[in-house]
C-alpha cells in the first residue's frame, strides 16, 4: 500500500504505535519550532504523541485552544499540565485531520474515536468547534 493511499485514522495509529516506548513529554519537547519538508506528517506525529502522553499520565482529557494569537495545549486529570504548543500552522493541520478522521464539516461536532493500539484499542470522544477567530479540539478519555 502506497503510502499516500494510508487514511489519517491509519496513520495516527501507526505514529501512536511508533512512539509507544518513548517519551511522550521530551519529544513533543523537540518538535517545538521544528521546521520541516513534512508538515502533515508532524501534524500527526504532535497529536499522537500528545494522545499517549495523556494517556500515560491516565488523564481525563487533552485541549488544544487557539484564541486569537494565542495557542494553549492542556492535559487534565489529578492536575492541569500544560504541553508545549505545536505553533498556529501545525495546529490547524491537526483540527483539520482530526476533521477529517471523524468526517465533522460543521463548526462543532462530537464523535467517539477508537485507536487501534498494540496494546489494545483506545476509545476516544472527540469534540471540535471553531468560531470568529477561535478553535478548540477536546479529546476525553476513558477511565484508565
Not at 502506497?2 to 523537540?30: A, N, P, V, W
Not at 504523541?49 to 488523564?59: G, N, P, Q
Amino acid at each position: 500500500m502506497d503510502i499516500s493511499e494510508r487514511s489519517y485514522h491509519l496513520k495516527l495509529q501507526e505514529m501512536c504505535d511508533c512512539y509507544l516506548e518513548t517519551d511522550f513529554l521530551k519529544q513533543l519537547k523537540g518538535m517545538c519550532g521544528m521546521k520541516s519538508g513534512e508538515p502533515e506528517e508532524n501534524a500527526i506525529k504532535y497529536l499522537a504523541l500528545a494522545i499517549m502522553y495523556t494517556v500515560s499520565e491516565k488523564a481525563k482529557k487533552l485541549t488544544l485552544k487557539k484564541k486569537g494569537d494565542k495557542l494553549t495545549v492542556k492535559v487534565k486529570g489529578d492536575e492541569e499540565i500544560t504541553l508545549p504548543s505545536p505553533g498556529m500552522e501545525q495546529f490547524d493541520r491537526i483540527a483539520a485531520i482530526m476533521r477529517a478522521i471523524l468526517h465533522i464539516e460543521e463548526d462543532e461536532g462530537r464523535l467517539p474515536l477508537a485507536l487501534g493500539l498494540r496494546s489494545g484499542d483506545l476509545e476516544l470522544l472527540v469534540e471540535v468547534a471553531r468560531g470568529q477567530d477561535k478553535e478548540t479540539l477536546k479529546i476525553k478519555f476513558p477511565d484508565l
